[in-house]
């Protein structure tokens, strides 16, 4: 049992930062326009809209009112809920698996939150500055190659997340949001602000705006499922924790939505940030994940205040990071608080220390460790590969299906205030359209 008294948030305005800022990660400013890229466009945003708010928002809905009946960490909260409702508390391993994809994920997580470290402090140095693209490529690919220098990255901002979540659920979790989302936001809106300038803004518009819907293929709208589930956080214990912090005034359906719509419009807001520079400076739209880190440094450092717009933007990056790394830790956290007599503080140093210790594997496979150790992937990819092709999604149906099957369906339209057509409609997406995505999902990654 807890050893302490169940947090609650302070007010909806915070828990929606929290939740936002959870979502608001590298898959937002760094995953999604490159994805826009290599998509074709704005045919993948629509498709990515629509399966936003088919799959994306009944499963969050779906994990928050998991959290908030439980008032206890995943685990116990999944096994509570089911006990309530007459259910095998088995459902438990729901909680299980989230909790146990959010401690991996931190792992490797803070590796790349370590790499944006680097980055912004290489902006302030000036190292981008009048390299060419072997320049650029060659500070990537060494970076990789020093254990080093990715072991301080990777600790530095381990520190930083530990540092924040051992404070609480107020005076940690709600501070740092509290300043670091209306920061991202300001920081976001500079960016699209020289965006503006540069003559390019109206064809990043028009190719994030203006569908071209012959580059629709069946595995862009895969990709578009995969990632409109992945970016909200969902199916690693997060949301349930987050949940389990929320009072009973709180109407989770509107909450959803509102959280939906800032997350979605942080991510296009990053593809305006990103594509005038990419367009003005004659970059490869398609060039993946290095987009963030080869192609927009050549940018950087080849352009008039190209060190104060580096700056800024690895500094985007970072804040996006931290928000929702604070998120990976918080359901462990709690685990370890609610389940062992440890106070929060050396709750939070296990939990950390544990993840940091696994993070230092998932880095050396850059470099001393790069041979596979298991189906031809190193542990940064095997890592990867494990939570967002089984884990997260197995966890994300579990969530929706007790939710939608298992559970009074009187009930849940009450807690949800849904009557007549409202709660129809609920049903349906809840029981068939979002499972049923999830496992198109889950077995097309296979």
């Given at each position: 049992?807890?050893?302490?008294?169940?947090?609650?948030?302070?007010?909806?305005?915070?828990?929606?930062?929290?939740?936002?800022?959870?979502?608001?990660?590298?898959?937002?400013?760094?995953?999604?326009?490159?994805?826009?890229?290599?998509?074709?466009?704005?045919?993948?945003?629509?498709?990515?809209?629509?399966?936003?708010?088919?799959?994306?928002?009944?499963?969050?809905?779906?994990?928050?009112?998991?959290?908030?009946?439980?008032?206890?960490?995943?685990?116990?909260?999944?096994?509570?809920?089911?006990?309530?409702?007459?259910?095998?508390?088995?459902?438990?391993?729901?909680?299980?698996?989230?909790?146990?994809?959010?401690?991996?994920?931190?792992?490797?997580?803070s590796v790349i939150g370590g790499w944006s470290l680097y980055y912004t402090?290489?902006?302030?140095?000036?190292?981008?500055?009048?390299?060419?693209?072997?320049?650029?490529?060659?500070?990537?690919?060494?970076?990789?190659?020093?254990?080093?220098?990715?072991?301080?990255?990777?600790?530095?901002?381990?520190?930083?997340?530990?540092?924040?979540?051992?404070?609480?659920?107020?005076?940690?979790?709600?501070?740092?949001?509290?300043?670091?989302?209306?920061?991202?936001?300001?920081?976001?809106?500079?960016?699209?602000?020289?965006?503006?300038?540069?003559?390019?803004?109206?064809?990043?518009?028009?190719?994030?705006?203006?569908?071209?819907?012959?580059?629709?293929?069946?595995?862009?709208?895969?990709?578009?499922?995969?990632?409109?589930?992945?970016?909200?956080?969902?199916?690693?214990?997060?949301?349930?924790?987050?949940?389990?912090?929320?009072?009973?005034?709180?109407?989770?359906?509107?909450?959803?939505?509102?959280?939906?719509?800032?997350?979605?419009?942080?991510?296009?807001?990053?593809?305006?940030?990103?594509?005038?520079?990419?367009?003005?400076?004659?970059?490869?739209?398609?060039?993946?994940?290095?987009?963030?880190?080869?192609?927009?440094?050549?940018?950087?450092?080849?352009?008039?205040?190209?060190?104060?717009?580096?700056?800024?933007?690895?500094?985007?990056?970072?804040?996006?990071?931290?928000?929702?790394?604070?998120?990976?830790?918080?359901?462990?956290?709690?685990?370890?608080?609610?389940?062992?007599?440890?106070?929060?503080?050396?709750?939070?140093?296990?939990?950390?220390?544990?993840?940091?210790?696994?993070?230092?594997?998932?880095?050396?496979?850059?470099?001393?460790?790069?041979?596979?150790?298991?189906?031809?992937?190193?542990?940064?990819?095997?890592?990867?590969?494990?939570?967002?092709?089984?884990?997260?999604?197995?966890?994300?149906?579990?969530?929706?299906?007790?939710?939608?099957?298992?559970?009074?369906?009187?009930?849940?339209?009450?807690?949800?205030?849904?009557?007549?057509?409202?709660?129809?409609?609920?049903?349906?997406?809840?029981?068939?359209?979002?499972?049923?995505?999830?496992?198109?999902?889950?077995?097309?990654?296979?």
């Amino acid at each position: 049992m807890s050893n302490t008294q169940h947090a609650h948030w302070s007010s909806r305005l915070t828990f929606i930062l929290a939740a936002t800022g959870s979502a608001v990660g590298l898959g937002n400013i760094w995953k999604f326009p490159y994805m826009v890229g290599e998509s074709g466009g704005a045919a993948f945003v629509l498709v990515y809209l629509l399966c936003i708010a088919l799959i994306g928002l009944p499963i969050l809905v779906a994990e928050w009112l998991i959290g908030r009946r439980g008032q206890e960490n995943p685990i116990n909260a999944m096994a509570d809920v089911a006990h309530q409702a007459g259910r095998n508390r088995a459902w438990l391993l729901v909680g299980v698996s989230g909790i146990l994809g959010a401690f991996l994920i931190l792992s490797f997580y803070s590796v790349i939150g370590g790499w944006s470290l680097y980055y912004t402090l290489s902006s302030v140095t000036g190292v981008f500055s009048g390299q060419d693209a072997d320049g650029i490529g060659e500070l990537f690919s060494g970076m990789l190659a020093s254990p080093g220098l990715l072991l301080a990255g990777h600790s530095v901002f381990m520190l930083l997340v530990i540092g924040i979540v051992a404070r609480g659920v107020t005076k940690g979790l709600e501070s740092a949001v509290r300043t670091l989302m209306p920061a991202l936001g300001v920081l976001l809106v500079v960016l699209i602000g020289y965006g503006m300038t540069t003559g390019y803004f109206g064809q990043a518009l028009g190719y994030m705006f203006n569908p071209d819907w012959s580059a629709l293929t069946g595995e862009t709208v895969l990709a578009a499922l995969g990632h409109a589930f992945f970016t909200l956080s969902l199916g690693m214990g997060i949301m349930m924790a987050y949940g389990s912090y929320l009072g009973e005034d709180v109407n989770l359906l509107k909450t959803a939505r509102t959280v939906v719509i800032m997350d979605t419009v942080i991510a296009l807001g990053a593809g305006l940030a990103i594509f005038p520079i990419v367009f003005a400076n004659g970059l490869d739209l398609a060039s993946g994940p290095g987009l963030i880190f080869v192609t927009l440094p050549l940018a950087f450092g080849n352009m008039g205040g190209g060190v104060i717009l580096g700056l800024l933007f690895f500094l985007l990056l970072t804040f996006a990071a931290l928000t929702s790394a604070i998120s990976l830790l918080e359901p462990v956290v709690e685990f370890v608080e609610e389940r062992t007599p440890l106070s929060r503080v050396m709750s939070t140093l296990v939990a950390g220390i544990g993840a940091w210790a696994l993070g230092i594997a998932a880095l050396l496979s850059f470099n001393v460790w790069s041979d596979p150790v298991l189906f031809g992937l190193g542990v940064f990819d095997l890592l990867d590969k494990l939570t967002s092709k089984f884990m997260l999604p197995l966890t994300g149906l579990g969530a929706i299906v007790f939710v939608a099957w298992a559970l009074e369906r009187q009930s849940v339209e009450t807690e949800l205030g849904l009557k007549g057509g409202s709660a129809t409609l609920w049903h349906l997406v809840a029981r068939y359209v979002a499972p049923i995505g999830v496992i198109v999902v889950f077995v097309s990654s296979l």
